[in-house]
Protein backbone atom coordinates (compact mmCIF):
# COMPACT_ATOMS: atom_id res chain seq x y z
CA UNK A 1 0.00 0.00 0.00
CA UNK A 2 2.67 2.60 0.87
CA UNK A 3 4.23 1.84 -2.29
CA UNK A 4 1.13 2.95 -4.51
CA UNK A 5 1.45 5.93 -2.15
CA UNK A 6 4.60 6.50 -3.13
CA UNK A 7 3.91 6.07 -7.10
CA UNK A 8 1.07 8.20 -6.73
CA UNK A 9 2.56 11.18 -5.39
CA UNK A 10 5.73 11.06 -7.72
CA UNK A 11 3.05 10.62 -10.30
CA UNK A 12 1.89 13.81 -9.53
CA UNK A 13 4.76 15.60 -9.19
CA UNK A 14 5.35 14.44 -12.59
CA UNK A 15 1.72 15.88 -13.90
CA UNK A 16 3.10 19.12 -12.27
CA UNK A 17 6.17 19.16 -13.82
CA UNK A 18 4.36 18.39 -17.36
CA UNK A 19 2.09 21.62 -16.61
CA UNK A 20 4.60 23.97 -15.70
CA UNK A 21 6.71 23.16 -18.97
CA UNK A 22 3.73 24.16 -21.01
CA UNK A 23 2.60 26.99 -18.84
CA UNK A 24 2.60 30.20 -20.29
CA UNK A 25 3.59 32.98 -17.65
CA UNK A 26 6.12 32.38 -15.37
CA UNK A 27 3.84 32.83 -11.83
CA UNK A 28 2.27 29.30 -12.96
CA UNK A 29 5.44 27.87 -13.85
CA UNK A 30 6.62 28.90 -10.30
CA UNK A 31 3.43 27.70 -8.65
CA UNK A 32 3.45 24.76 -10.44
CA UNK A 33 7.03 23.38 -9.98
CA UNK A 34 6.59 24.05 -6.21
CA UNK A 35 3.60 21.53 -6.37
CA UNK A 36 5.82 19.53 -8.03
CA UNK A 37 8.69 19.66 -5.17
CA UNK A 38 6.12 19.43 -2.51
CA UNK A 39 4.42 15.86 -3.91
CA UNK A 40 8.30 14.44 -4.32
CA UNK A 41 8.92 15.82 -0.25
CA UNK A 42 5.36 13.94 0.36
CA UNK A 43 6.80 10.49 -1.49
CA UNK A 44 10.01 11.12 0.25
CA UNK A 45 8.11 11.01 3.50
CA UNK A 46 5.99 8.18 2.66
CA UNK A 47 9.03 6.06 1.60
CA UNK A 48 10.83 6.84 4.66
CA UNK A 49 7.46 6.16 6.88
CA UNK A 50 7.12 2.66 5.31
CA UNK A 51 10.75 1.83 6.27
CA UNK A 52 10.16 2.85 10.14
CA UNK A 53 9.52 0.96 12.90
CA UNK A 54 8.20 1.56 15.54
CA UNK A 55 8.99 0.78 19.26
CA UNK A 56 7.19 1.46 22.42
CA UNK A 57 9.45 2.10 25.24
CA UNK A 58 7.80 2.57 28.87
CA UNK A 59 8.24 5.91 30.42
CA UNK A 60 11.11 5.92 32.89
CA UNK A 61 10.46 5.76 36.56
CA UNK A 62 10.37 8.76 38.98
CA UNK A 63 13.40 8.97 41.27
CA UNK A 64 11.17 8.69 44.37
CA UNK A 65 9.64 5.07 42.51
CA UNK A 66 13.62 4.25 41.85
CA UNK A 67 14.44 5.15 45.28
CA UNK A 68 11.64 3.05 46.80
CA UNK A 69 12.58 -0.07 44.51
CA UNK A 70 16.94 0.60 45.06
CA UNK A 71 17.02 1.89 48.42
CA UNK A 72 14.54 -0.29 50.66
CA UNK A 73 15.04 -0.01 54.49
Known amino acids: MNNDRVELYRANASKCAGLA ?38 PMPSLRELERQYFKD
Open 21 to 58: KNASDIQSKLTLLEMARAWLLLADRALMNGQTCLVYEP
